[in-house]
């Protein structure tokens, strides 16, 4: 059941009905380390309380659109204006809730509160569903059109983002934020949380569950409700991670069964020969074997822990290692700077690197870092504590944290400035990931937010 079809769509790629004008030329989309993150940020600031205000700041672009909001993605520059994807959220909220400032853990609950609203104030549907993204502030879109609404419109609904069609639901985002609803209600006790957890679960199994020969739970609906036919490891090892919690907090047996399900799925993408997780199928009979992903390498491990598989981290370290210097052809660093990592997938390490990543966008750097999945390999390399795992991490979460110092300076949000050296950018260059977009050097708050994970030891995907 291998064969080589094109890759499948990622959980970051567009599902909704079609980009909006001017989008092709855009970004697609221990007690000392907890004394050291409760002070203020600053110059003098720790790298994770520099990381905390970054978060902050994406939280509160927008002050005059109201309390209730969500965190802006990217810099303005990345010329997405005030998109706030709901992944990055979700990552926010389990960032937050590592924190030992109790500022930020009230944020945390503020982020969670905000994707409560959108669940129960859809433009269209009520049924449990998230947008893809939404708009948390103003703007006048490329084309002149103006979208002066935040988070919430005049008319009290969620102000899906529709300008980019971000208006499709993937499991995979509404996974993550099932499991930063979960964290919230563990944390807080507060039923509302787990409600809405609940109802993220009901929606996945309504619309994913499938009884294609590879089983599992497929890749949500595009903007017009249509079912997308892909199915996605990193997908179904979300789910993995969020029934588990679901069942232990609601203590309904039904999400272990679920969770089976999602489990046995990722054990079919195992490839035992080399010590990687394949990306999924796009029909639920053939494995595609081609790209191969980081995350499903990470995130596996993460979410099961298993000796078995633990391989696969040191194919990501492996495989998919790169070092970001000057002298390359399209790298953006600057002159007298090295970074290394991790980059997105096996297909970035053969990126045309003659011709832009799509209509309007730079060409790739082969060897630009992705600094997401860095921290998260960083993460499990620490979870796994085999031989040389932990001087492995803290090598890669130097790398990041020197990338939140010296990259992505005067972005702003909302227009306003960053406090200094925070943030850190999703990509040291502009990079091809091999599923139809890119990552450039932008502060970012999906990144931004696994750095601390990683920098806590904070596994979001088991309790």
């Known amino acids: 059941m291998t064969g080589t079809p094109g890759p499948i769509l990622s959980r970051r790629a567009l599902i909704g009905t079609g980009l909006g004008a001017g989008a092709a030329a855009l970004v697609t989309a221990g007690s000392g380390a907890a004394r050291a993150a409760e002070r203020p940020a ?109 988070f919430v419109r005049a008319d009290g609904t969620a102000n899906v983002g529709t300008q980019f069609g971000f208006t499709g639901t993937a499991v995979g985002d509404m996974a993550w934020a099932g499991l930063a609803l979960s964290a919230l209600a563990d944390r807080t006790g507060q039923r509302r949380f787990l409600t809405g957890a609940v109802r993220i679960g009901e929606w996945i199994e309504r619309v994913g569950r499938t009884d294609e020969p590879l089983g599992g739970y497929k890749f949500g609906v595009d903007g017009a409700d249509r079912k997308l036919p892909f199915t996605s490891t990193e997908h179904n090892t979300d789910l993995i991670a969020l029934f588990g919690r679901l069942a232990r907090l609601t203590g309904n047996r039904v999400w272990r069964e679920r969770r089976a399900r999602a489990a046995a799925f990722v054990a079919r993408m195992w490839e035992p020969s080399a010590g990687f997780f394949y990306t999924g199928t796009n029909d639920g009979v053939t494995i595609n074997t081609s790209p191969i992903p980081e995350d499903t390498q ?6 099961l822990a298993s000796p078995a598989h633990a391989r696969s981290l040191d194919w ?30 096996s297909a970035s390490l053969l990126a045309d690197e003659d011709a832009p990543i799509a209509p309007g966008q730079p060409k790739p750097d082969r060897n630009g870092v992705w600094f997401e999945g ?90």
Do not use: I, K
Not at 317 to 342: I, M
Not at 409 to 420: I, K, N, S, W
């Open 298 to 303: 990470t995130w596996t491990h993460l979410a």
């Open 316 to 345: 990501a370290r492996t495989e998919l290692a790169v070092l970001d210097t000057a002298d390359r052809p399209n790298s953006t660093v600057p002159a007298g700077q090295s970074y290394a990592g991790v980059t997105f997938s």
């Open 374 to 463: 860095t921290a998260h390999l960083a993460l499990a390399l620490r979870g796994r504590r085999a031989p040389g795992d932990e001087a492995r991490a803290r090598r890669l979460l130097a790398s990041v944290e020197r990338a939140q110092d010296l990259l992505g300076r005067d972005q702003t949000v909302g227009g306003a400035a960053l406090p200094e050296r925070s943030g850190v950018v999703s990509a040291s260059s502009p990079l091809d990931t091999g599923f139809g977009f890119g990552y450039y050097p932008y502060r970012h708050t999906g990144a931004t937010a696994w750095y601390l994970m990683a920098a806590a030891r904070a596994n979001p995907l088991r309790p």
């Open 42 to 150: 600053g110059s003098g600031a720790s790298a994770p309380r520099r990381a905390y205000a970054f978060l902050a700041s994406a939280m509160d672009a927008y002050p005059d659109h109201g309390t209730l909001r969500l965190a802006q993605s990217y810099t303005d520059q990345a010329g997405l204006f005030s998109t706030a994807f709901t992944y990055d959220n979700a990552l926010a909220v389990l960032a937050l809730l590592t924190s030992p400032a109790r500022a930020d853990r009230s944020r945390a609950q503020a982020l969670g509160d905000a994707l409560l609203y959108a669940q129960a104030h859809d433009p269209v549907y009520d049924d449990g569903r998230l947008r893809q993204a939404y708009n948390v502030g103003p703007y006048t879109f490329y084309d002149g059109s103006a979208q002066p609404d935040g």
